[in-house]
């Protein structure tokens, strides 16, 4: 179910995206631009970035390296890849302390043209993080309790 609502709004993201560039393009040829379409574009593709890396951990369509992977037994590969979660998960933690910390410190920051708090971009890394270690919690648990 998350992953159905976490898929519609990265697609929403995007159609919201494509659409203010392209009625951006549209009236600045014509003489009247939006001056804040950029703000909230570059806005928008932070929130759809989170969201889609998330989706392709959930698929494991993420970039990585498997050449050691591909060359030992299944069971050493089980226990690396268990491995290398939990680092991931230990090294998302540690950040995620100082994306919680960044936040409020940007809310007196405004955006440009839009005058809005910063912080509402800034919002995307702890909730992108915490995304993040929701999967690769579940990925962890289902490495574990793998056959070996």
């Not at 494509?18 to 570059?42: D, F, Q």
């Not at 995620?96 to 409020?104: D, Q, W």
């Amino acid at each position: 179910m998350y992953q159905r609502i976490e898929f519609a709004c990265a697609t929403l993201l995007l159609v919201a995206i494509v659409g203010l560039v392209g009625v951006a393009a549209v009236t600045r040829v014509m003489g009247a631009p939006i001056i804040w379409s950029i703000e909230v574009a570059t806005a928008m593709f932070v929130w759809l970035v989170v969201l889609a890396v998330d989706l392709a951990m959930q698929q494991d369509r993420h970039f990585g390296l498997s050449l050691v992977l591909d060359r030992v037994p299944p069971a050493a590969r089980r226990w690396i890849e268990v491995a290398n979660i939990a680092v991931l998960m230990a090294l998302l933690i540690y950040l995620l302390y100082y994306a919680v910390i960044n936040v409020p410190l940007m809310h007196k920051r405004m955006l440009g043209a839009l005058q809005i708090p910063k912080s509402y971009i800034h919002l995307a890394m702890p909730v992108g993080i915490v995304l993040w270690l929701r999967t690769l919690g579940v990925q962890l648990w289902a490495r574990m309790r793998s056959p070996a």
